[in-house]
């Protein structure tokens, strides 16, 4: 039940109120009425393709002659083109440190890539692994474009990604595809909101916020009970099972003999309450650094899709400019964020709407930090205070002492994104769903954006 949840992921009412714990509620297009359908209804119907830094979008078959390592020319990593079939990258980077006997950490990528999926993406790793990366044959994992490097593969080193995304179990009427044109040249002109979608968040237990949010307050019992006991009707029965029994029983034993091993987390923190009963700080610290860093990451995410959320909710536009939003402006070789920011309504107002309309600024919001200063952002003052008063959170919240340890300075993010080149590649009757019509679309986004929420637009 639960894989089949997972291969044939329905947008539904269900998934509207997973979307709405997160804090997910505007559509730039609310006036247009959406398609409905299926996505990833196969791994073949998703395809991602990494962009470079240089704006190279890397093919799926391409594979040009290697080049040979030399310490002469000071080679240092060994990167390649790391194309999957149906696997997360996680995985796919623990079974090729596995096959070349490495650790994980020694392999480097610039971001995830969906799970169900065709995709490439560029990795590296450390040393001469040229002969040993050729030879390896892994299953469902391909390596191609194999070269010696000065430089590693650096987190958020690319541009952003391409999608060719199939849609199916789509309803056809006599105008449909006019209709689809129509929305399609809408998210072209003005974007769609540009939230931190569900996968950043559990997509079947979306509550990585909460975790991050109860950390953050110090009430370690609070989040021990989210993290461990907390069910969703979304997760899989049998973990929903095992959660309600320790629920009603208080039984941690026969917790830690029933949880599957797949919930290693729950088993971890189970294990260290039985040899430290009542110790639930402790039982938070024992989880890896960098899942306490994810989840106090979430929480700052999840702040700014309220901010989005609440201004839309307010009658406040998401793309017209309103006095006190912040404009950053982007760089001119891959238009992306930079350090300049001005606040609209003072003496640039004319210059940053041109730069605006240009697709050369865009109005951010913030990611708040130890370091944030909310009088920078007068627009977005009274809407964070707001949220905070509302959900009961204490603006103290951002003096612990944590946001220090983990380097959550502060940063800020644009509140609308635009894809690139989004266009129609195929409508046409459907080969998996009877008297049901596919819509097939290719577009790109630039890296931190989520493919998912701009076909939430198309599918509603």
């Known amino acids: 039940m639960g894989e089949n949840r997972e291969n044939n992921k329905l947008f539904n009412n269900n998934e509207r109120e997973l979307e709405n714990i997160v804090g997910i509620e505007a559509f730039s297009t609310s006036g247009i009425k959406g398609i409905q359908g299926t996505i990833k209804n196969r791994y073949k119907d998703f395809i991602v393709k990494e962009i470079t830094h240089t ?38 980077v623990r079974l090729i440190s596995n096959a ?12 995830l890539k969906d799970k169900r999926a065709i995709s490439v993406q560029k990795a590296s790793v450390k040393g001469n692994h040229v002969e040993k990366l050729r030879k390896l044959k892994l299953k469902n994992i391909f390596i191609r474009n194999i070269n010696p490097s000065k430089h590693p593969v650096k987190l958020g080193s690319n541009w952003g990604n391409h999608f060719e995304i199939t849609i199916r179990n789509t309803e ?74 320790l629920r009603k029983t208080g039984d941690l034993e026969k917790a830690y003999n029933s949880f599957p091993k797949s919930l290693n987390y729950e088993r971890t923190m189970i294990k260290y309450l039985l040899d430290n009963p009542g ?76 730069a605006y309309e240009l697709n050369r600024a865009k109005i951010v919001f913030p990611l708040i930090g130890y370091n944030t200063n909310l009088d920078e952002f007068p627009s977005v ?3 964070v205070l707001e949220i905070l008063d509302k959900e009961g959170i204490s603006s103290d919240i951002f003096t612990n002492k944590l946001l220090e340890t983990y380097e959550f300075k502060g940063s800020f993010r644009s509140i609308i994104t635009k894809p690139l080149g989004l266009k129609i590649l195929e409508y046409a009757e459907d080969d998996q769903f009877q008297n049901r019509y596919k819509l097939k679309v290719e577009f790109s986004l630039q890296k931190g954006c989520y493919a998912t929420l701009l076909l939430r637009e198309i599918i509603k």
């Open 55 to 92: 704006g190279h979008v890397l093919e799926i078959n391409e594979d040009y002659a290697t080049t040979s390592y030399s310490v002469e020319s000071k080679d240092n990593y060994t990167t390649f083109n790391l194309v999957k079939i149906n696997k997360d990258t996680f995985e796919a």
């Open 100 to 111: 070349l006997g490495i650790a994980p950490k020694a392999i480097e990528y610039a971001g």
């Open 172 to 245: 056809h009427r006599g105008n449909e595809k006019k209709r689809i044109e129509e929305l399609l040249a809408v998210l072209r002109t003005q974007g769609f909101p540009n939230y931190y979608g569900l996968q950043r968040f559990g997509t079947f237990r979306p509550n990585s916020h909460l975790l991050g949010r109860f950390i953050l307050e110090n009430d370690f019992k609070k989040a021990y009970d989210e993290f461990v006991i907390a069910t969703y009707s979304s997760e899989l029965p049998q973990s929903r099972r095992v959660r309600e029994d």
């Open 279 to 354: 110790d639930y700080e402790g039982a938070i610290n024992h989880l890896p650094k960098y899942l306490i860093k994810l989840l106090i990451s979430s929480f700052q995410s999840y702040l700014f899709n309220k901010m989005i959320s609440l201004r839309h909710k307010k009658g406040i536009s998401l793309t017209k400019p309103i006095k006190g939003d912040v404009f950053n402006i982007l760089d001119d070789v891959n238009g992306n964020k930079t350090h300049i920011k001005y606040i609209y309504n003072g003496l640039y107002d004319k210059f940053l709407q041109e």
């Open 381 to 383: 003052q009274s809407l």
